[in-house]
């Protein structure tokens, strides 16, 4: 039986990148020219933050943009494109390299 890995949700990641920086959820919002509420709303999972708003939290804690579009349910372009013109290959090498 294979273990299924957990996987963080963009919310989850900006709750861990917050906490390990120390600040509240209003301090954080201030500096990202944010609602607060509008972050409670992403750590939760009752919003879908913006390809702009990604980009600020990525540049904000030096953290890898892509992983967190992922992590946001937006797969890059680029990725997508790959996918469709390989999908039996992409598909196949996905479930053998990470389990599925």
């Not at 989850?12 to 990202?32: D, F, H, P």
């Not at 972050?39 to 990525?58: C, M, V, Y």
């Not at 892509?66 to 390989?86: F, Q, T, Y």
């Amino acid at each position: 039986m294979t273990k299924k890995r957990k996987t963080k949700s963009f919310g989850a990641v900006l709750k861990s990148l917050r906490s390990a920086k120390g600040y509240s959820i209003k301090t954080l919002a201030e500096q990202v020219e944010v609602n607060y509420t509008y972050l409670s709303k992403l750590e939760n999972g009752h919003s879908s933050p913006s390809e702009d708003f990604i980009q600020r939290i990525a540049t904000f804690f030096n953290y890898d943009k892509e992983e967190l579009m992922v992590r946001a349910g937006k797969i890059p372009e680029d990725i997508l494109e790959l996918v469709a013109r390989n999908p039996k290959e992409a598909l196949h090498f996905l479930r053998k390299e990470f389990g599925g």
